[in-house]
């Protein structure tokens, strides 16, 4: 599969479904929850497509995978507030775990996209400007 644009990635393809699935069931949260868990949930949900297009746009591999780094840690983020919002009565099971296993299957697409990245030569890295002259 060739990558044009992070938007060819499955990894953010599912990961905005998973976005999408927030919002979604979110919409009906207490209004008392709007600056609070909603917020929160739905912060970390985009946090995760977000970081991955942007260390895809990123001119390395090293920092690629930084933004992966960040986007598995907005899924851990995400699942622990999901694990709350269930706990609280928020969200019943029939909500609760479609989001989650979409949670676990993001996270192993992005270990998978981070372990492939780890292989491969670093094609992306190049200077963006000459280095600094040497001293004569």
Request: aromatic share 6%; net charge neutral; charged share 25%.
């Given at each position: 599969?060739?990558?044009?644009?992070?938007?060819?990635?499955?990894?953010?393809?599912?990961?905005?479904?998973?976005?999408?699935?927030?919002?979604?069931?979110t919409e009906r949260?207490?209004?008392?929850?709007?600056?609070?868990?909603?917020?929160?949930?739905?912060?970390?949900?985009?946090?995760?497509?977000?970081?991955?297009?942007?260390?895809?746009?990123?001119?390395?591999?090293?920092?690629?995978?930084?933004?992966?780094?960040?986007?598995?840690?907005?899924?851990?983020?995400?699942?622990?507030?999901?694990?709350?919002?269930?706990?609280?009565?928020?969200?019943?099971?029939?909500?609760?775990?479609?989001?989650?296993?979409?949670?676990?299957?993001?996270?192993?697409?992005?270990?998978?996209?981070?372990?492939?990245?780890?292989?491969?030569?670093?094609?992306?890295?190049?200077?963006?400007?000459?280095?600094?002259?040497?001293?004569?």
């Amino acid at each position: 599969m060739v990558v044009n644009s992070y938007e060819d990635l499955n990894v953010w393809q599912r990961a905005m479904d998973l976005v999408e699935g927030v919002y979604r069931s979110t919409e009906r949260f207490p209004q008392a929850e709007m600056y609070g868990l909603t917020s929160q949930l739905r912060r970390a949900a985009v946090s995760i497509p977000s970081n991955i297009a942007e260390g895809n746009a990123r001119e390395s591999t090293k920092e690629y995978l930084h933004y992966l780094s960040i986007a598995q840690g907005s899924l851990a983020e995400l699942e622990t507030q999901l694990v709350l919002a269930g706990r609280l009565g928020l969200l019943d099971q029939t909500q609760l775990e479609p989001l989650c296993a979409l949670v676990a299957e993001v996270r192993r697409m992005a270990y998978g996209l981070r372990n492939a990245l780890k292989r491969r030569p670093d094609s992306k890295s190049w200077p963006l400007a000459p280095g600094p002259r040497p001293l004569q």
